[in-house]
């Protein structure tokens, strides 16, 4: 808690702004995600109009969007890693064509992999959190920070710690307290 006394009783900040974060994702509303390097704008591909598509270009540029997606979708499109990967995507990949690339089970084309950027990892666990495809549009977030767009800042090193504390504290209500544990039943 902090010196005000006042933090304790609405949430820890970092924790308030992943769950903010969450429901931006799941309200198909870019991010700002930020990591010691990097200042990411986020958005999910699930659920993704030309209309959005266009709106999200136009608030990162001139900075362009790549397609981000998990190692395992990578894996589907023939490209071996470990870890995420960003795929370059052009002015002229429409919002279905981007989905596309995010989720048919058979893409002809070949990607062009670019570097998928620090927080591509944190960015991909939090769209999970909020039930999302695992693909996201990542772009400098430079541009769209300073603009007077009000978006949801999430530091990426917060949604591992969120993930850690949220299974922990599921974890601690399941398990049977001793006084329950020992007791018969129906008492």
């Not at 598509?53 to 001139?62: D, E, H, I």
């Not at 990607?111 to 039930?131: F, M, N, R, T």
Request: proline fraction near 6%.
């Amino acid at each position: 808690m902090s010196g005000n006394g006042k933090s304790g009783l609405f949430g820890n900040a970092e924790q308030v702004a992943v769950e903010r974060g969450v429901y931006e994702f799941r309200s198909e509303r870019p991010i700002i995600m930020t990591s010691k390097t990097e200042v990411a704008a986020v958005l999910p591909v699930d659920g993704m109009t030309e209309e959005r598509l266009g709106a999200f270009r136009t608030l990162c540029a001139p900075a362009q969007p790549r397609l981000v997606i998990s190692s395992r979708r990578a894996k589907a499109l023939g490209v071996e890693t470990a870890e995420p990967i960003g795929v370059a995507i052009g002015d002229l990949h429409t919002a279905a064509t981007i989905f596309a690339l995010a989720s048919d089970t058979q893409v002809t084309r070949r990607v062009d992999v670019v570097p998928a950027g620090e927080v591509a990892g944190p960015a991909i666990a939090l769209a999970k959190l909020a039930q999302r495809l695992p693909a996201l549009l990542i772009a400098d977030g430079r541009a769209a920070a300073a603009s007077d767009v009000s978006l949801v800042t999430v530091e990426a090193d917060a949604v591992g710690r969120f993930r850690e504390a949220s299974i922990a504290s599921r974890w601690r209500r399941r398990r049977p307290s001793r006084s329950t544990a020992t007791s018969p039943p129906g008492s």
